[in-house]
């Protein structure tokens, strides 16, 4: 296939291929490729950064089809798409869109990330239903193959939030001579039973999808660190940049030198257009973007290598891929940091060694401490010296915070765990602060207070120092400490390595901040910030894990609210949301530290209270509705709403979390049935 046939996605024939050994193994795959007469292997059909044409996307559905005597094979597919790793960045986002007609009134943007030779319009929607056609570009001819996976995949956007598949009815169809293919989507109204499981189920996969990103973006990131030579990095810019953002070309200009000649790298371009567009980006003060390209600076703390761009002919790009681009750019440039920084110093193996040690390590640690600790430690043989310190940055407090160090004493320790940065006026500071570059302080020559009580305090002579800074926010402080005489110290070598190992050290702190932020939202309750139920569900295993060693007892409440409802459907959902907000606040005001309080979804809460027997589970219980019962002032004036609750004790009433979650939704219920304002203990008869 020549390399400008770009007309089918890597993620349409990666479906096919997982399809095709969902049901029937490796087997079935050789077999399918061979009929299908594609000469490509299973892995390349797989690679999802890929392109095809659409011809051989069309070979590989018939001979699917008659591999399994299935004629509307493509349909299933589709339909099945949700089921499979395939395409898990784009899903995650569709997601964003918030709903089905939401989705399929963007196929626009939607299709073009499966075919470069298609085109698909939403020309009518109502509350249950969206009209879209499809039509086929560049001469190629309509199959019937080609409209039932159209069928499919718009089938799934059910599935993708917790609906069932949605009812596609295909009106007119280009195979029998229709200019276009007009398909009509239907999907149910949800009922507010179902809406409540389904949206669970929903949050959870978009949370294994957003973990599945997160972990795909530390592969790259791991990948472009990996690289021992700056020829390496950037041709592994270009072949990675379409697993973060998918186009059909893209160009990388840069240049790794002052001066130096400008290297470009491509991939669905012709050498000759390549060099051309290269020195474009690389010539133009600034680049706007249009609807069909991202042009993104490839720049660290460091230096400005270039640009990296996207190209996407007559088609759009998402907003988030503009955001994923810029965020790989990123990491693109601090691997050219490394990349360059060991080419500068080949001549010294081992340090060259140690620098692209420390980059792999830093690329798969997930805690910020974790990365402080390794940088510290991998800083002493890169620079040649026995000692090092780490502070990370806490805004709470205005201090830095040692959390990685390697040869200091107890005292020294002691005497850098916090760093307070506004006990005194220190202009010095301020502005090396304010500044990218590494400063190498001499005892006698302090630009800063704090550099000079350091030094002092430390018993040192020197001390180089660099910011650890992302997006102009400082993250933190790497230091390392010298006993030497200055006039003994290469001040230039050693502050050009530690800009290296810094640029990594940040990259790698955000990545990690960025995946503890993932780790928060999946199992935080969005709105109210309180555990949801996986984590309450981990909280209370092993709560009644430690109450059956030590013989004690475990309470759970189940608090649900009366008079939400109508909170809602009198002032809005907005209302209701911070309504909601203060009911959490509230709650968590009547525990003690050891407790938890957890919101299982709309009005719902559960309370868990290790240690606590039926009298004090009471008595949390009565103190709960008692807070709950006073006035709420809301924008539109004060409401005031009520709550039941639900008792049940562990092991009492149930030994295990899901019998004693239900004994606690029983009481409840219970408790409703009683009227407002209501606690119950489970009757275990």
């Known amino acids: 296939m020549a390399e400008e046939a770009r007309e089918t996605s890597g993620t349409m024939t990666a479906l096919i ?21 594609v000469t490509r292997t299973a892995a390349e059909l ?30 299933h597919m589709g339909q099945k798409v949700l089921e499979t790793r ?23 943007k939607v299709c073009a990330k499966f075919s470069s030779v298609a085109a698909m319009e939403a020309i009518e929607s109502s509350r249950r239903h969206i009209v879209v056609t499809y039509e086929l570009l560049g001469g190629k001819q309509p199959h019937r193959l080609d409209c039932e996976a159209n069928i499919g995949l718009m089938s799934a956007a059910g599935p993708l939030f917790g609906l069932p598949l949605l009812d596609v009815e295909h009106l007119e169809c280009q195979v029998h001579g229709a200019p276009k293919c007009v398909y009509v989507v239907r999907w149910p109204l949800r009922r507010r039973l179902r809406l409540f499981r389904r949206k669970r189920m929903h949050l959870e996969d978009q949370v294994a999808a957003l973990a599945q990103q997160v972990e795909s973006f530390q592969s ?13 990095v950037l041709a592994r810019i270009v072949t990675r940049a379409a697993r973060a953002v998918s186009a059909q070309r893209y160009v990388l200009a840069v240049r790794t030198t002052d001066g130096g000649p400008i290297a470009v790298h491509y991939d669905g371009f012709g050498a000759a257009e390549a060099e051309r567009v290269g020195q474009e980006l690389i010539d133009a003060d600034v680049v706007d973007d249009d609807d069909s390209r991202i042009v993104i600076d490839v720049v660290s703390a460091r230096r400005h290598y270039g640009r990296l761009a996207a190209f996407y002919d007559g088609q759009w790009f998402f907003e988030h891929e503009r955001q994923l681009l810029a965020a790989y750019a990123r990491s693109a440039a601090a691997a050219l940091d490394a990349a360059t920084a060991l080419e500068a110093s080949r001549e010294r193996g081992e ?9 792999r390590r830093l690329a798969v640690l997930s805690e910020p401490e974790q990365v402080a600790q390794q940088l510290a430690e991998a800083m002493c043989p890169v620079l040649g010296v026995s000692r090092s310190a780490v502070t990370l940055y806490d805004p709470a407090s205005n201090a830095l915070l040692l959390h990685g160090s390697h040869g200091l004493d107890d005292t020294q320790r002691s005497r850098l765990a916090v760093i307070p940065l506004g006990a005194q006026r220190d202009d010095g500071l301020a502005a090396w602060l304010d500044s990218p570059e590494p400063l190498f302080t001499v005892r006698g020559h302090e630009v800063s207070v704090i550099g000079k009580a350091m030094l002092e305090f430390l018993g040192i002579q020197a001390m180089a120092t660099v910011a650890l800074r992302r997006h102009g926010e400082m993250l933190g402080i790497a230091s390392v400490l010298f006993d030497a005489p200055p006039a003994s110290i290469d001040s230039n070598a050693v502050l050009e390595r530690m800009s290296a190992v810094a640029d990594q050290a940040a990259t790698a702190l955000e990545n990690a901040r960025l995946l503890g932020r993932a780790q928060h939202q999946a199992t935080h309750d969005e709105l109210t910030g309180l555990p949801n139920r996986v984590l309450f569900e981990h909280s209370v295993e092993r709560s009644l894990a430690a109450s059956r060693r030590n013989d004690e007892s475990v309470a759970l409440l189940f608090v649900d609210l009366d008079g939400f409802k109508a909170v809602n459907d009198e002032f809005g959902h907005d209302a209701g949301d911070v309504l909601l907000v203060e009911v959490a606040r509230r709650m968590s005001g009547c525990l003690r530290a050891e407790d938890v309080v957890a919101r299982l979804g709309g009005d719902e809460f559960t309370v868990m209270l290790p240690g606590a027997d039926i009298k004090r589970a009471t008595e949390v219980a009565e103190r709960l509705r008692d807070a709950l019962d006073e006035p709420i002032v809301l924008l539109h004036g004060r409401v005031t709403i009520s709550a039941c ?8 009433d149930a030994s295990e979390f899901k019998p004693l979650l239900r004994a606690a939704d029983g009481a409840m219920y219970e408790a409703k049935r009683l009227g407002r304002g209501q606690c119950v203990r489970y009757d275990v008869a």
């Open 17 to 37: 291929i997982h399809y095709v050994r969902s049901l029937g193994g490796e087997t079935a795959v050789e077999r399918v490729i061979t009929r299908s007469g």
């Open 46 to 75: 797989q690679n999802e950064s890929a392109w095809f044409t659409y011809e051989e996307k069309l070979a590989l559905w018939e001979a699917a089809a008659v591999e399994f005597d299935d004629p509307i094979v493509s349909r």
């Open 86 to 108: 395939v395409g898990a960045t784009l899903r995650m986002f569709l997601r964003g869109f918030g709903s089905p007609r939401m989705v399929l009134s963007s196929v626009a």
């Open 220 to 232: 790259i990131a791991s990948d472009l660190v990996s690289a021992e030579d700056t020829k390496e």
């Open 351 to 359: 340090t060259a060694a140690a620098l692209l040690e420390l980059a």
């Open 645 to 652: 609750v639900g008792i049940a004790v562990a092991p009492d």
